[in-house]
């Protein structure tokens, strides 16, 4: 599956479409073609070579085409390409729109030239996306939608889940202090019962302790007035 950020994006932003995208792809070289590799290439094979004769003069089988072209823009390209290389320079051919401009002047070279073609492009590391076409561009971006769609569910179960973590977690701690509240009045109440008991205890029952008083009638009743006196609560406590 072509790479859709790596590969198609980058063009896409330069305002191309599908098929030229997959043109694009299907001639793009994996690297620059280096001008000094081609133009050890093109003298090489005798396709451009000085001649010894004539100063600044070149000839060759690539020279000898070039010359029979009428004026156009392959024979324009040839001479792009050929000033470019000799001047040591680079010919971005892993480029738009350089891969399909050398591509299509290349499709119109006679078969003589056209091995010359091949090493060229193949000094440059060959044509990685060869076969493609423009389904593969649309399937590429198609892949890409489902990945981000798929993302962005993947995202929204994330913050479900979280969503819900947090209100169970919410919910525990309230039920925690819930509880936490509830001991605490429970241990106030208590508190206030007890404090209750000795107040009244200490208004009857202590007197009678303290003077060793042992009449049961007397005991009888600070008792029942501990118990008239008992203030019960709202709670019932």
């Known amino acids: 599956m072509l790479s859709y950020l790596g590969l198609i994006k980058p063009l ?12 694009h792809l299907a001639t793009r070289t994996a690297s620059p073609m280096l001008g000094e590799e081609a133009k050890y290439i093109l003298e090489d094979t005798g396709a451009v070579l000085l001649d010894p004769v004539v100063e600044n003069q070149r000839m060759g089988s690539l020279i000898s085409y070039y010359q029979s072209l009428p004026e156009g823009e392959a024979k324009q390209l040839i001479a792009w390409f050929i000033s470019r290389v000799f001047g040591g320079q680079d010919v971005s051919t892993d480029e738009y729109p350089r891969s399909v401009q050398f591509s299509a002047v290349e499709d119109t070279l006679p078969e003589n030239l056209k091995p010359i073609a091949a090493r060229l492009v193949q000094s440059a590391g060959g044509r990685p996306y060869a076969n493609t076409v423009e389904a593969d561009i649309v399937a590429a971006k198609q892949a890409y939608a489902d990945q981000l769609a798929q993302e962005e569910a993947d995202r929204e179960v994330a913050r479900q ?3 819900a973590r947090q209100a169970e977690e919410e919910a525990r701690q309230a039920e925690l202090e819930r509880r936490e509240a509830e001991e605490e009045a429970k241990r106030i109440a208590l508190l206030e019962l007890e404090a209750q008991y000795i107040s009244l205890y200490n208004a009857n029952v202590a007197a009678l302790i303290n003077s060793a008083n042992i009449d049961s009638a007397a005991w009888k009743t600070a008792i029942q007035t501990m118990a008239n006196s008992w203030v019960i609560s709202n709670d019932g406590t």
């Open 12 to 23: 896409e932003d330069q305002g191309l479409d599908n098929a030229t995208i997959a043109v």
């Open 161 to 163: 889940e979280e969503e």
